[in-house]
């Protein structure tokens, strides 16, 4: 009735070796992301999908995992396997203790 489910992952279960994918807008990043993310705001998500890795672990974060949900979602049926939805997202990240830097690298705040 509603769908697939989303395949999800909590903060504690993500791997250093893990792709982080941010796909909040530039702000959000700019203000605060996990160290070592990598940043593709959603919307530019189609004209640059070359840009995620399809032969590793992918986790999608975003604020509170909604736009995360729809990237996961889109992924997955363009041909990615092992892609997860961080849940409660950046929030849930910043509450685990898990560091967040700004764009200069200094201590940063979830947008």
Same mark, same amino acid.
């Given at each position: /009735?509603?769908? @697939? +489910?989303?395949?999800?992952?909590?903060? @504690?279960?993500?791997?250093? =070796?893990?792709? #982080?994918?941010?796909? %909040? $807008?530039?702000? $959000?990043? #700019?203000?605060?992301?996990?160290?070592?993310?990598?940043?593709?705001? /959603? /919307?530019?998500?189609?004209?640059?999908? !070359? &840009?995620?890795?399809? =032969?590793?672990?992918? !986790?999608?974060?975003? +604020?509170?995992?909604?736009?995360?949900?729809?990237?996961?979602?889109?992924?997955? %049926?363009?041909?990615?396997?092992?892609?997860?939805?961080? &849940?409660?997202?950046?929030?849930?990240? !910043?509450?685990?203790?898990?560091?967040?830097? =700004?764009?200069?690298?200094?201590?940063? %705040?979830?947008?």
């Amino acid at each position: /009735m509603f769908g @697939p +489910r989303v395949p999800t992952v909590t903060v @504690p279960e993500i791997a250093d =070796d893990v792709y #982080l994918l941010d796909v %909040r $807008e530039d702000d $959000e990043w #700019l203000a605060g992301h996990a160290p070592g993310a990598h940043h593709l705001p /959603m /919307m530019e998500l189609p004209t640059r999908l !070359a &840009e995620v890795p399809g =032969d590793r672990e992918v !986790a999608v974060i975003c +604020r509170s995992g909604g736009r995360s949900a729809q990237v996961v979602t889109y992924l997955l %049926r363009n041909g990615w396997e092992t892609v997860h939805n961080v &849940e409660g997202g950046m929030g849930e990240w !910043a509450a685990a203790g898990r560091p967040v830097v =700004d764009g200069d690298g200094q201590p940063g %705040r979830v947008l």
